[in-house]
């Protein structure tokens, strides 16, 4: 105000409140809007799901006879046998895990949506003379995996309104061998959890124990594949997201080296430095020979060349089929997370397998694990404090199982680490909560991540 001026206090105050208000109103159209689409997705989902129930229901008419006990009880080799020799028909295979699917959602709540060209993929593959690896496999596809049509949300609202242009490389190998992706699961909201539950589909729940979780983030695959509705599923994996789905659920899931798959065209946000913190995608499945099949249809010609940066190394039969005794490694703590007595137990009776079966065991320790996940893995994730993962979440509604990780990642940089100091006495482990201050430092800490990687390699050859 210039001096002499006299406030008009009643007009302030009715232009602070007009403020208010509009702020007001325009918070509460945006939570109308971020409702009505997560409805809208709801609905889509659940059309989709009446679709191809009606769908079976027409295939139950037209085909009586289908023995469903039988085809859902064949493990996948022999069921991929069965259908190269003819003995069983891929419209038969495909509409009794529509239908086996649709029971184990409505137990679980673990998929996202149905996948309505896998109609029009089984006419194309019937019509094939040439059969790929996984002929007339039903797949399942974990919900950010891209198929052409069709969303990859993430659990996430402002990933709603985005429909993938093409197949991912992934789908389109699937394809080519002759898979029917016939589904996409659910995962919990950003993909940032271990849990599997977001605002816009809701809780998944594990088949075993509904009071359980199925884990995290490729909870749905787990959830469905364990429930018995679908034979082969693909996740993905940067801290434990195919192998604790696995694990809670009862499966086997494999996590390849990172870029030995294509997977997705892009995700909607980049939470990480995808180069630092490799993102893998692997099958998930009931057992190790499900996984062997899986990797040997995908490691192909067509997965080189649609996508260079995939080195262009084959399954390697070979190897895989040697029965020439190993040199195995392993180890049942890391002296960083506390195992439980349970897992301590499998990794004994393993051992204990594979030595019976003429293979050398040796026990080693992880070299500087603590030093390797608190200063190069949380601070290669949240670099920025966790600002890029917070940006996911504008306009959106946050689930409740990630709260308390988002207002953490809130707390002001200084507090982090005056946090850190504090409880580093009584929390273990405690990450320090601190992040790139300057370009130098960044630079510093991808130097410090390739010392890492070849101490690791040169640890594992001396003691190999």
């Not at 038969?92 to 998929?111: F, I, M, P, R």
């Not at 709603?160 to 699961?185: H, N, W, Y």
């Not at 082969?232 to 990172?258: H, M, N």
Request: a positive charge.
């Amino acid at each position: 105000l210039c001096r002499g001026q006299t406030v008009n206090v009643p007009a302030a105050l009715a232009l602070l409140g007009g403020s208010v208000a509009a702020l007001g109103v325009w918070k509460w159209l945006s939570k109308k809007m971020v409702q009505k689409k997560m409805e809208e997705a709801r609905r889509t989902r659940d059309e989709g799901m009446k679709k191809m129930a009606k769908a079976v229901q027409q295939f139950r008419e037209q085909v009586p006879g289908v023995q469903r006990d039988a085809i859902l009880s064949l493990p996948l080799l022999e069921l991929s046998g069965r259908l190269q020799e003819g003995s069983l028909s891929p419209r038969s295979v495909l509409y009794t895990y529509l239908e086996k699917a649709l029971e184990v959602t409505q137990q679980t709540n673990c998929l996202r949506h149905f996948i309505p060209e896998c109609e029009q993929q089984l006419q194309e593959i019937e019509q094939h003379e040439e059969k790929g690896l996984l002929y007339g496999i039903p797949v399942s596809i974990k919900d950010h995996i891209g198929h052409k049509g069709h969303l990859a949300t993430c659990g996430l609202v402002q990933c709603l309104g985005t429909l993938m242009e093409e197949d991912s490389v992934l789908v389109k190998v699937l394809k080519r061998q002759g898979a029917i992706p016939f589904a996409m699961t659910n995962v919990p909201q950003s993909l940032f959890s271990y849990d599997c539950s977001n605002p816009i589909f809701g809780q998944t729940l594990n088949p075993l124990n509904p009071q359980k979780s199925p884990g995290g983030s490729s909870g749905g695959e787990g959830a469905l594949i364990a429930g018995g509705g679908s034979i082969l599923g693909v996740g993905s994996d940067i801290g434990g997201s195919i192998r604790l789905p696995s694990s809670f659920c009862g499966l086997c899931g494999l996590k390849p080296t990172a870029s030995r798959l294509r997977w997705v065209l892009a995700l909607p946000f980049q939470p990480c430095p995808s180069q630092l913190v490799s993102c893998a995608v692997g099958p998930m499945a009931r057992d190790v020979d499900s996984l062997a099949l899986c990797m040997k249809a995908l490691l192909c010609q067509e997965m080189f060349q649609l996508d260079p940066t995939v080195p262009p190394i084959p399954f390697n039969e070979k190897v895989y089929s040697s029965s020439t005794p190993l040199r195995v490694g392993y180890y049942d703590t890391d002296g960083y997370v506390p195992l439980p007595p349970c897992m301590r137990r499998a990794v004994q009776e393993t051992r204990h397998a594979l030595q019976a079966a003429g293979h050398q065991l040796v026990l080693f320790s992880p070299p500087r694990i603590p030093y390797v996940m608190n200063e190069l893995f949380f601070k290669t994730f949240f670099a920025d404090g966790g600002r890029t993962w917070l940006d996911v979440f504008t306009g959106d509604i946050v689930d409740p199982g990630l709260k308390s990780q988002v207002n953490s990642c809130k707390i002001p940089r200084l507090v982090k680490k005056l946090l850190a100091l504090l409880l580093k006495p009584l929390v273990s482990p405690c990450p320090s909560g601190q992040e790139w201050g300057s370009v130098k430092e960044m630079w510093n800490h991808h130097h410090q991540i390739q010392v890492c990687f070849q101490d690791f390699a040169l640890w594992h050859h001396v003691t190999s």
